[in-house]
């Protein structure tokens, strides 16, 4: 039997116009028979820390009471060898000329999906993902994703991907680790100093990881993989 794999999926500033030049979009995975053991042991650290094992763990809920919380939670992801995520960095959105590329704003959101996800998947092995609900175009996305993926790896019986499906992140411990991976790498690259807390969680992703989270890392890079796009330009 084919190997079994859910990614879990969030993004940030994905909308063309809403004033944010910097776009993001990430995915942790995790062979499917892990995912319990993972989630029971971030509910854990979370009741170490004195919180209700269903807070949500979100990057905007980062605070100086919280640190603590949240370096634990970073600690465990770099300790669990089961884990792993991808982020792709849209650095500034300013630069996107789709009429010169003949395609809108979704048709180049959906390459970027692609992007993200075309170096975790394995034909060898089967998937199900796991989206955030961010809005009411939820069942729509997930088709569109779906027809995209299933095209781009010949896979037009749906057999490597299965299943790609919306979820709430406050139920789903490895979507809310999703999103506070995304939150470092984001931070970092968006130039914010605001926040010391946050600061402090960003550098020790940079540390665990060894990555300045600002730049590409190696294709090969299975733990915390960064892909840096560059829009293209004419002439």
């Known amino acids: 039997m084919p190997e079994l794999i859910n990614i879990y999926c969030d993004e940030s500033c994905h909308q063309e116009r809403d004033h944010h030049g910097v776009m993001l979009l990430g995915a942790t995975w995790c ?13 854990e650290i979370k009741v170490a ?39 792709l960095i849209v650095p500034d959105k300013s630069m996107l000329n789709h009429e010169a590329f003949a395609q809108t704003h979704d048709e180049w959101y959906y390459k970027m999906y692609f992007q993200l996800l ?18 009411t175009l939820g069942a729509e996305k997930v088709r569109k994703l779906h027809e995209v993926l299933a095209n781009a790896n010949y896979d037009f019986s ?24 995304m939150g470092a790498v984001g931070y970092a690259n968006r130039d914010l100093a605001s926040s010391p807390a946050k600061q402090n969680l960003v550098s020790r992703v940079v540390q665990r990881s060894g990555y300045n989270l600002r730049t590409t890392t190696l294709y090969q890079e299975s733990k915390l993989s960064i892909f840096k796009w560059q829009a293209k330009r004419l002439g």
Not at 31 to 43: F, G, I, M, W
Not at 118 to 135: F, G, M, R
Not at 159 to 180: A, F, G, M, N
């Open 158 to 181: 749906r057999k490597i991907v299965q299943r790609i499906q919306t979820v709430r992140s406050h139920e789903v411990e490895l979507l809310q680790l999703t999103d506070l991976l």
């Open 49 to 87: 820390h004195g919180m209700s094992p269903y807070f949500e763990a979100k990057w905007t809920k980062v605070s100086p009471a919280k640190v603590a919380l949240y370096r634990d939670l970073i600690d465990y992801y770099f300790d669990d060898d089961d884990l792993h995520a991808r982020v």
């Open 118 to 135: 075309e170096v975790i998947i394995d034909p060898k092995s089967t998937y199900h993902v796991y989206l955030d609900i961010k809005d």
């Open 31 to 43: 062979r499917q028979d892990k995912v319990r053991q993972a989630a029971e042991r971030l509910r």
